[in-house]
């Protein structure tokens, strides 16, 4: 008795080992993170044939102690919080990404006379101290082409800078280290934003050889599988196999040919056959599937995104998968709290909660009878909201008036504050511009992870990390 239970038990780890083999070949996961003002956000997946896979995600509530406005204060507890999100969503990592943010990060915009992209960074490496009010010594810079354009006759190249503090970037190749997992890049926000909205090619890519101990930014495209290259690899593999038969028994193709009954190799080459027609069919569905995803953009035609933080409101604004215009503004989420709080006389995190819970930008009679305080929370709440309208709506007409293109078409929002219930139809009748939420990226998200739910609840908050995935 003890035997047999003995035999099945080694049976069963055999099973479970054989099946973790095949779920690390299937699904080698990569593991992308955003270091947030009040929570970290992380997605596992996979960027596979136009489509993103996502195993699994985990948002992380941390104190200002651990992490604030996006600089990693202690590395080691961080990491454990990490190791803590892999082992719940059972995912062997491969490699990770870490996504900048921060109010400390800077980025301009500049214009240079068009030459050979070669000699971009030598003029932007002569020039950078004029472009940015810091000590260059103490950041680390990069740059990105974003378009070519014309002025007054004169060929001009538009150049996206950035200088991250290296005592961030330290600190969050800290993490990896203390993690035990290999960092495979660092990329910036506005990155992985706009590569989860426009693809990965919405931008002239330009590539920097550079030595360094220092991971290079990913702002350039690393190696992407297309549905060319799988169909050839597929087909070839199958080819071998199926000339590996017929090596073995020419006889089985006579039959096959001649209407007989087919032997066992004529049967399985049969099964072969199906097998790959029906593989490459659900590959061009698949990848038709992923490209007819994509929000629809009318062409000319002038959007913005905005996303809202807890302590930062980014905005972008871009036309014909161009970034045309960039600003962040020092405000999010948080300011509704601490409104809250002095109007209520609540702690910041007693009114967060109640935000979270009661928080409606559109007023409604039945919910307001159901408190006395209703007056004083709705006042607290239209207020605050309002001044982080006001604030973007200058951004917005700023950019109107510079334009000679016209006037922004419609406005996609996210982040964790665009959860408040009302936001949409609050912001809408605020600019009087079309507002959505977004929903849908470039490409097609194909979640496989055990939280569905959750992740469905909170996928706005997830879209710079999701937007990682993407090479």
Known sequence: MEKKKEVKETSEKKK???????????????????????????????????VLEVFGHSIIP???????????????????LLQKSIEQNDIKVADVTLVLSGSDIVIREIQIPKV?????????????????????????????ILDEVNVDNEERLRILLVAVPLEQIRDYIKVAECLGVHLKSIDLLINTTLKYFLGNNYMKEFRKEEDGAVPEFSFSSLFTMDLTTSMK???????????????????????????????KLGKIKLKLKEARVKIISKLKKKVKEAEDHGVEQE????????????????????????????????????????????????????????KLTRGNLVTNENESQLFEDSENFNKALTLAFG????????????????????????????????????????????FNIPVEYLENGHYKVSYTGANKDDYELNKRSLVNVIGGLIK
């Not at 950078?128 to 010594?137: G, K, N, S, V």
């Not at 690899?233 to 009954?261: A, C, F, H, V």
């Open 16 to 50: 479970k080992s054989i099946k973790q083999v095949i779920k690390d070949i299937i699904k080698p996961s990569h593991m992308v993170i955003d270091f947030g003002s009040d929570s970290i956000k992380i997605v596992y997946g996979h960027f596979n044939n136009k």
């Open 62 to 80: 941390v104190g200002r102690e651990l992490v604030d406005d996006g600089k990693v204060l202690n590395p080691l507890e961080v990491a454990s």
């Open 116 to 144: 050979d992209e070669k000699e971009v960074g030598k003029i932007i490496e002569f020039e950078a101290q004029q472009y940015f009010p810091i000590e260059l010594t103490e950041y680390m810079t990069d740059y990105k």
């Open 233 to 263: 690899s597929l087909n070839k593999y199958l080819r071998e196999r199926i000339n590996s038969l017929k090596s073995k028994n020419e006889e089985e193709d006579e039959q096959l040919e001649e209407g007989k009954e087919p032997g």
């Open 299 to 354: 062409k000319g035609a002038i959007y913005a995104l905005l996303d809202m933080g807890a302590k930062t409101t980014s905005i972008y604004i871009y036309s014909d998968h161009r970034l045309r215009f960039n600003r962040t503004l020092l405000t999010g989420g948080d300011e509704l709290d601490k409104e809250i709080s002095k109007e209520m006389t609540l702690s910041e995190e007693d009114a967060k909660n109640l």
């Open 387 to 430: 001044n982080i309208m006001n604030d973007t709506s200058r951004f917005l007409e700023f950019y109107n008036s510079r334009s000679t293109e016209g006037s922004i078409k419609k406005i996609y929002i996210y982040g964790g504050a665009s959860k408040l219930r009302g936001a949409k139809e609050y912001m809408t009748d605020f």
